[in-house]
DNA sequence: ATAATTGCAAATGCTTTGCTTGTGA
DNA sequence: TCACAAGCAAAGCATTTGCAATTAT
């Protein structure tokens, strides 16, 4: 009954409520990027008490804790996913707004060169790729 | 006595008002990435009645005219930037805030090979380097 | 002349926060 | 029990906008 978050929360310290644990649940099954605003929506429908001021509280909760993963893409607000096994970026449909992952070493390692190049140490990075779908 | 900035302006048709001479003037003399608050002390160094609101307006209305980039680099406000001749990326110091310049053409043409495999054309894209100095 | 631009202040949109009441460990 | 969390409404912050006065062409 729960899920990766929860146990994440659990091995974090973080007190799970019954908010928190619904806010885990929504963001668990959710397989897009959704906006705080979206998983208010997601949210209200199951518990329709919870406030968004305790959603925007829980996503950062879990941002700081390295559960979720916070995106701010191009002339929108935040979304959020949970935070991924492993690192990928996104390429985002200029047209539908869709976002695909993809994961690339061959960049990865490139900017890794770059940064070092520069006399830097990379510490984080951001790519993202904005695209339109080539009909056949 | 006009700038780059200016020029553009003239040729794009955007109508050139003291306020507009006068932000592309602090702009073109900008080496860094100021952010609109920091243009509008910039500005009302020269002229003091110039409103933010302007400035707003201005930035806006050169980015659209393809005059100046704009910038949304993590949890910071929007800065700008005089548009440049061949494309850049940026790597943020996250220790000073400083920002470095550079262009790698391998991680581009990367990327464009990233989309088109995933059925995209790329149309635009952000790239940025967050890193802390190496100390020698 | 007159359509566009400015300055000001008010409005906006997203996000955070103070405070009182409620609750998980 | 009692430190922490939730709900609500108010505040905050960057940015945009309505409107009357001003200005570039």
Do not use: W
Not at 31 to 56: F, G, M, Q
């Amino acid at each position: 009954m729960s899920n990766e978050i929860e146990n994440l929360c659990a091995k974090k310290g973080v007190r799970l409520t019954d908010q928190r644990k619904l806010i885990a649940k929504v963001m668990a099954e959710s397989e897009d990027h959704p906006d705080v605003d979206e998983l208010h929506k997601r949210v209200t429908k199951i518990d329709n008490k919870i406030s968004i001021a305790t959603v925007y509280r829980t996503v950062k909760l879990f941002e700081e804790a390295g559960i979720v993963s916070k995106h701010d893409f191009k002339g929108n607000k935040s979304r959020y996913e949970q935070a991924p096994e492993e690192h990928h970026d996104h390429l985002i449909d200029i047209n539908t707004g869709e976002i695909i992952e993809f994961v690339n070493e061959d960049i990865e390692k490139l900017q890794n060169e770059v940064a070092e190049k520069l006399g830097y140490k990379l510490v984080d990075h951001r790519l993202e790729l904005y695209g339109s779908k080539i009909k056949k």
